[in-house]
């Protein structure tokens, strides 16, 4: 019997013949009442004009009641979702195989299987997202998934030996997820339209929906661009910004590197680590960029119909009989043999040698931004500033994972005893002594204890 492949990604819903994608709907929904649940792109376009009525967590939160003002299942919200969706694609009579994230519990996947009894869908195995990530081995090194969810981040490790792979579990799950960096993205470029237009994008609901719907076109168009003009229209008045792309993806470089600290802390002391990086985590500006630029990993980054694909290949495995079987871990296909990844340089464990601030006569000067040391008319209290001088002496600045010191001058610029001549990288705990100062410049990390 022929194979349809449903994947619930959490974000949206996605079914495929396990070559071409059929269907994909967006998790989204606008309660109306018990009887009119609005769905997909449709339900999307009206989240900000209607918020108290839309909902985006049904999914992961099957077994929960509604966070809208209408008191309704998740359950039902998915119900609703799915029998939208699978009505469209006209394969009732094929037997399906269910894709799944790890945050949906027994419990969850007992709904699930409800759902679709519901539907008429015959489900004849469920597998787990994170245990099709790989398609074959990656020799020596340790591998994990990321999947990045609404509200959460997944970070499931991977084992992987001579016959096949296996999750390590449980999974790591973050407290943050797609709809923290989107904010974060939104709230930058909406900044940028305050300051330099005085209009406020988010301050009424009609422009902030505009304001949403255009998003994504702006963040796809500045990933292959240096800058784009962004546009929007109130009525008969228009407003319009540049925004380049650095800026845009510093507005999420401290989820960044809160990741990267999590990576460091599951792996720390190991030399490889391959990435395996969900299709939900290109939704997120500049994240692949920064993840490829840790020391020690190599990435790859899944297609939409990845995960599917591979389900495909080992149907023999995930449908093993008359009962539904949940697969969390696969055999290596016959032909396969080991990936060759590219991993950067260095090792992931470097990153707890990263400084955040430079100790400078009893002040810490923060290092997310570049600082220049001048000279002085007194040589013990070197002049620190935020642009560059005819007397400034070197720079200091963060680039990627790196601090770097560049010195401009022929004078003596040193750090731990040794000369710079051109550039150098900083760690915790080194000592940089400026010219004739006495006072010696000190590498420091500030732990941040906001909440």
């Not at 245990?131 to 998934?145: G, N």
């Not at 799950?173 to 300051?195: E, P």
């Not at 040589?379 to 560049?406: Q, Y």
């Not at 750090?415 to 940089?432: E, F, M, P, R, Y």
Request: hydrophobic share 40%; charged share 20%.
């Amino acid at each position: 019997m022929p194979i349809v492949i449903i994947e619930l990604y959490d974000s949206g819903v996605r079914i495929s013949d396990g070559k071409n994608i059929l269907a994909n709907s967006v998790s989204c929904a606008l309660i109306e009442s018990d009887d009119s649940i609005l769905v997909g792109e449709q339900a999307k376009h009206q989240a900000y004009l209607r918020p108290r009525e839309s909902s985006i967590n049904f999914w992961s939160q099957l077994s929960e009641n509604s966070d809208t003002k209408h008191i309704i299942s998740n359950a039902e919200i998915a119900y609703r979702h799915l029998e939208n969706i699978w009505n469209s694609t006209n394969y009732s009579d094929q037997e399906a195989i269910l894709i799944t994230p790890v945050n949906l519990d027994k419990h969850d996947l007992g709904l699930l299987l409800g759902i679709c009894k519901k539907l008429s869908i015959n489900v004849a195995g469920i597998v787990c997202n994170a245990a099709l990530a790989m398609q074959q081995p990656a020799k020596d090194c340790k591998a994990v998934f990321l999947d990045l969810l609404q509200q959460q981040f997944a970070v499931t490790e991977i084992n992987q030996d001579v016959i096949g792979l296996s999750l390590k579990q449980p999974s790591r799950i973050l407290d943050y997820g797609l709809q923290s960096f989107i904010n974060n993205c939104a709230k930058a470029v909406a900044k940028k339209f305050i300051a330099e237009t005085r209009f406020d994008p988010l301050h009424a609901a009609d422009d902030e929906q505009q304001f949403f719907d255009k998003l994504p076109l702006w963040v796809n168009t500045l990933s292959e661009k240096d800058s784009i003009e962004c546009k929007l229209s109130i009525g008969e008045k228009h407003f319009t910004i540049q925004v380049e792309n650095e800026y845009l993806q510093s507005a999420n470089k401290k989820l960044f590197e809160e990741t990267a600290a999590h990576l460091n802390l599951l792996f720390h002391g190991h030399n490889k680590i391959a990435i395996f990086c969900s299709s939900s985590c290109k939704q997120v500006f500049g994240f692949y960029k920064f993840l490829a630029s840790l020391p020690g990993c190599a990435i790859v980054q899944l297609e939409e119909i990845s995960l599917a694909e591979q389900a495909l290949r080992c149907r023999n495995e995930i449908i093993t009989g008359e009962k539904i079987h949940y697969t969390t871990s696969l055999s290596w296909q016959d032909s396969s043999s080991p990936s060759s990844l590219d991993f950067a340089p260095g090792r992931l464990s470097n990153l707890s040698n990263i400084p955040t601030h430079i100790l400078i006569n009893g002040h810490a000067y923060s290092l997310h931004q570049e600082l220049f040391i001048a000279d002085s008319s007194v040589a013990s209290e070197p002049r620190i500033l935020l642009e560059k001088s005819t007397d400034s002496l070197c720079k200091i600045f963060s680039s990627g994972l790196n601090v770097e010191v560049h010195a401009f001058t022929k004078q003596s610029i040193i750090l731990n005893n040794n000369l710079i001549k051109t550039i150098s990288t900083a760690n915790i705990g080194d000592v940089l002594n400026i010219k004739d100062c006495e006072i010696n410049c000190h590498f420091i990390k500030v732990i941040n204890n906001e909440t």
